[in-house]
Nanobody
Framework: QVQLVESGGGLVQAGGSLRLSCTAS????????MGWYRQAPGKQRELVAV???????VYADSVKGRFTISRDNAKNTVSLQMNSLKPEDTAVYYC?????????WGQGTQVTVSS
């Protein structure tokens, strides 16, 4: 079992920055990957960014150059630095991992970007 707890969401003006963190209840060293997804009202959940155990990263086209995902194995944490935020980034952001053939999701954290 893995519990994922997100933090760092909030309200920010367009052009501002936020940093989201996701802390796991166990060592993330063996997790092949960890990722951030988001879901806006009335829309499907979408991938934002992924980081592998080797440090490789993948980003959605809509966030490339603005968001940076990172992981700290010592702190069992994956973070998402979000810069140059836009109103269309408004959504609930979820942390996710897949371990021992099971999907694990955090409870989500709200990010609201005002214009």
């Amino acid at each position: 079992q893995v519990q994922l707890v997100e933090s760092g969401g909030g309200l920010v003006q367009a052009g501002g920055s936020l940093r989201l963190s996701c802390t796991a209840s166990r060592s993330i060293f063996t997790f092949n990957y960890m990722g951030w997804y988001r879901q806006a009202p009335g829309k499907q959940r979408e991938l934002v960014a992924v980081i592998t155990s080797g440090g490789s990263t993948v980003y959605a086209d809509s966030v490339k150059g603005r968001f940076t995902i990172s992981r700290d194995n010592a702190k069992n944490t994956v973070s998402l630095q979000m810069n140059s935020l836009k109103p269309e980034d408004t959504a609930v952001y979820y942390c996710h991992t897949y371990w021992v053939e099971t999907d694990y999701w955090g409870q989500g954290t709200q990010v609201t970007v005002s214009s």
